[in-house]
């Protein structure tokens, strides 16, 4: 193991520790989300990056059984977030997508987190922040695929 590894176990666990923060949260997702759960945004970030997606393919990418994400799914179809739907190629499966409402807030969410991290990396030099981007991107995508889109 390299001291590199070493390191970049460090900062993640650092970066993971700040991120859990119930304020760091809180900011980062702007008072548009307020009730919603880091867990509900996290579902929504996927249905809208993904969607429409079977609710069984939910429950394997966050790796938890259907009736866990059902509950999941009720809270947001409650606020109106996500829209449940029969699966027009398997009608015994259901398909979920953002609403519009579900859309919106995933758009101010995702600039409210951005505002947060411009003004963390304001002092670095753009081609860091570039750099940054690119390689967390990367390693982001590495650790494995969303939900699939139906």
Not at 33 to 38: I, Q, W
Not at 105 to 113: C, K, N, T
């Given at each position: 193991?390299?001291?590199?590894?070493?390191?970049?176990?460090?900062?993640?666990?650092?970066?993971?520790?700040?991120?859990?923060?119930?304020?760091?949260?809180?900011e980062?997702?702007?008072?548009?989300?307020?009730?919603?759960?880091?867990?509900?945004?996290?579902?929504?970030?996927?249905i809208?990056r993904s969607?429409?997606?079977?609710?069984g393919?939910?429950?394997?990418?966050?790796?938890?059984?259907?009736?866990?994400?059902?509950?999941?799914l009720?809270?947001?179809?409650d606020?109106?977030?996500?829209?449940r739907?029969?699966?027009?190629?398997?009608?015994?499966?259901?398909?979920?997508s953002?609403?519009?409402?579900?859309?919106?807030?995933?758009?101010?969410?995702?600039?409210?987190?951005?505002?947060?991290?411009?003004?963390?990396?304001?002092?670095?030099?753009?081609?860091?922040?570039?750099?940054?981007?690119?390689?967390?991107?990367?390693?982001?995508?590495?650790?494995?695929p969303?939900?699939?889109?139906?």
């Amino acid at each position: 193991m390299s001291v590199e590894h070493v390191d970049l176990h460090a900062a993640l666990t650092k970066l993971l520790r700040w991120a859990s923060r119930e304020a760091v949260a809180r900011e980062l997702a702007g008072p548009a989300a307020a009730g919603l759960s880091p867990t509900d945004l996290w579902l929504l970030d996927g249905i809208v990056r993904s969607g429409p997606v079977r609710m069984g393919d939910i429950a394997t990418w966050q790796g938890v059984d259907k009736s866990t994400v059902t509950v999941q799914l009720r809270r947001l179809a409650d606020r109106g977030l996500v829209v449940r739907r029969a699966d027009p190629s398997d009608a015994r499966a259901v398909l979920v997508s953002a609403s519009d409402a579900g859309r919106l807030l995933h758009r101010d969410v995702s600039r409210q987190g951005a505002r947060v991290l411009a003004g963390l990396l304001a002092d670095w030099d753009p081609a860091d922040r570039r750099d940054l981007a690119r390689l967390v991107s990367r390693f982001a995508d590495d650790l494995g695929p969303g939900p699939r889109a139906r």
